[in-house]
């Protein structure tokens, strides 16, 4: 009888020892599962945040380009402008009659413009995105290695005009009094005027204007193309907003 009894409270025991295993399996279970549901809860939050963010950047950047876009056709039409004023001042200087010595003087100037260097396009939220690491956030890998060689090509291009720089527009800033960077001074006289126009045909500044159409010549389809590419980021920047 007391065999039969240990007996008992042995399977007894097993049983607890069974019951208590599988109480705490299922305990160290649904800890994991709660771990997994936190981890993926924040995951996704993770990624809403990111999505937020990468919206938030794209309009800033299409902003940005926006504002480079005017510069860049601003840039365009003046390098026409400084075409035309060479080209007048040019054939002055080969023995043509000058009949108006305001408007010699203007050329002079206007063949002047982006003479030193290009102002710089804006890249502070490029850069900003670039020097963060937030440039990964754009998932759309194809747009993202755009956006990059777009504006590594600015800054190639904005160095190349700036090596390229002669002497023309510091010369002609020392001969022509001006009332702004593209204007001649107000309230000269037609005497002061003449003695000015001599002093312009008696510089340097023939040889100095050769130099100037070459620089034209070869950055203006630099630029044009340039801005192509920018209004094609723009483009696909304002595609991927839309989705």
């Known amino acids: 009888m007391l065999f039969i009894l240990r007996q008992l409270r042995r399977l007894e025991l097993r049983k607890r020892s069974g019951q208590y295993f599988f109480y705490a399996f299922g305990e160290i279970v649904l800890i994991m599962v709660g771990i997994l549901l936190a981890l993926q809860v924040s995951e996704w939050n993770q990624a809403r945040e990111d999505r937020a ?16 876009q005017g510069k860049l056709s601003g840039f365009l039409k003046g390098m026409e402008i ?7 001042v040019s054939l002055a200087f080969k023995g043509v009659p ?36 937030r440039l990964t ?9 755009q956006i990059t060689r777009l504006y590594n090509s600015i800054e190639v291009w904005e160095g190349t005009a700036v090596v390229r720089t002669g002497n ?11 009332q702004s960077e593209s204007d001649v001074k107000k309230g000269l006289s037609p005497e002061e005027m003449k003695e000015i126009v001599d002093s312009v045909l008696r510089s340097d ?39």
């Open 53 to 68: 963010e990468e919206r938030l950047l794209l309009k800033r950047l299409s902003s940005e380009l926006t504002g480079n």
């Open 82 to 88: 400084k075409e035309e004023g060479l080209e007048q």
């Open 98 to 133: 000058i009949e108006d010595d305001h408007q010699f003087l203007e050329n002079v100037i206007r063949g002047s413009l982006w003479g030193w260097t290009v102002q710089p396009l804006q890249r502070l939220v490029f850069d900003e995105m670039n020097n963060t690491g």
């Open 137 to 145: 956030l754009i998932r759309n890998v194809e747009l993202r290695d």
């Open 168 to 178: 023309y527009a510091s010369l002609s800033y020392g001969l022509v009094p001006r």
């Open 205 to 243: 500044l023939k040889h100095m204007i050769i130099h100037e159409q070459n620089r034209i010549s070869y950055l203006r389809p630099h630029w044009e193309r340039l801005d192509t590419n920018l209004k094609d980021v723009r483009t696909n920047i304002e595609a991927e907003l839309a989705d």
